[in-house]
Nanobody, 124 residues
Framework: QVQLVESGGGLVQAGGSLRLSCAAS????????MGWFRQAPGKEREFVAA????????YYADTVKGRFTISRDNAKNTAYLQMNSLKPEDTAVYYC?????????????????WGQGTQVTVSS
């Protein structure tokens, strides 16, 4: 049974930082691209960042480029999202996802497994 478990969310002031983790089990982690998405209240879920199976290639939404960094540790079966210079508009539930294949994906339908999400709230 595949499980993706996010952690690291919380309440932070604008300008602060958080690091989200996504622990994966039940799959060959290094065979999957990993991605982070978010959903703010009243809005659709949107792409944030993605990383290839090796970690060598990544891609970011324009709204987070230069502030967020996605990474992965295949030895620990864990993906990360380092979020710096947080803004109130970053407030959302953040989801990690795993998509079979070696490259990175930016579309939700390209992902096979999803976590339950972790809440990130940025106060002004």
């Amino acid at each position: 049974q595949v499980q993706l478990v996010e952690s690291g969310g919380g309440l932070v002031q604008a300008g602060g930082s958080l690091r989200l983790s996504c622990a994966a089990s039940g799959l060959t982690f290094s065979s999957y691209a990993m991605g982070w998405f978010r959903q703010a209240p009243g809005k659709e879920r949107e792409f944030v960042a993605a990383v290839s199976w090796s970690g060598a290639t990544s891609y970011y939404a324009d709204t987070v480029k230069g502030r967020f960094t996605i990474s992965r540790d295949n030895a620990k079966n864990t993906a990360y999202l380092q979020m710096n210079s947080l803004k109130p508009e970053d407030t959302a539930v953040y989801y990690c996802a795993a998509g079979r294949g070696s490259y990175y994906y930016i579309r939700q339908y390209q992902y096979d497994y999803w976590g339950q999400g972790t809440q990130v709230t940025v106060s002004s």
